[in-house]
């Protein structure tokens, strides 16, 4: 028997146990202990995790992004920013959409010249 921690709170518990006696979750899938070795420490790499965007920081971020020019700054420097994966993601995307209409756009204005001359 080893006491090891649980998945859902990070309570202490036997590794016996059905379900955790302070949550009361039921699916245990780790079985390391609570206090690991020193070279296990050491082996154990945690990825930095990504905070999720609030409702609050959409609707700012969809603020900025509707103001002419602005957008367009503050895209480029969401694209090129390591600190927020999400936005950053987002930012690429519109950046390729944004390059892809003006190209389009473009094309069209240059065909219609092109038939009127």
């Known amino acids: 028997m080893a006491i ?20 009361n979750y039921q ?30 920081d959409w609707l700012i971020n ?11 700054i503050v895209l480029i420097v969401w694209a090129l920013d390591n600190g927020d994966p999400i936005r950053k993601n987002f930012s690429v995307a519109a950046l390729l959409w944004s390059l892809i209409i003006f190209f389009l756009f473009i094309l069209f204005w240059g065909s219609i010249i092109a038939t009127l001359v």
Request: hydrophobic fraction near 35%; charged fraction near 10%; charge should be neutral.
């Open 4 to 23: 090891i921690s649980c998945t859902n709170c990070g309570s202490s518990m036997s590794s016996e146990a059905k379900s955790c006696p302070k949550c």
């Open 27 to 56: 699916a245990i899938i780790s079985s390391r202990p609570v206090h690991p070795s020193s070279t296990e420490s050491l082996s154990t790499f945690s990825e930095p995790t990504a905070s999720i965007p609030t409702v609050g």
């Open 62 to 72: 969809f603020l900025l992004l509707s103001i002419p020019l602005v957008n367009l």
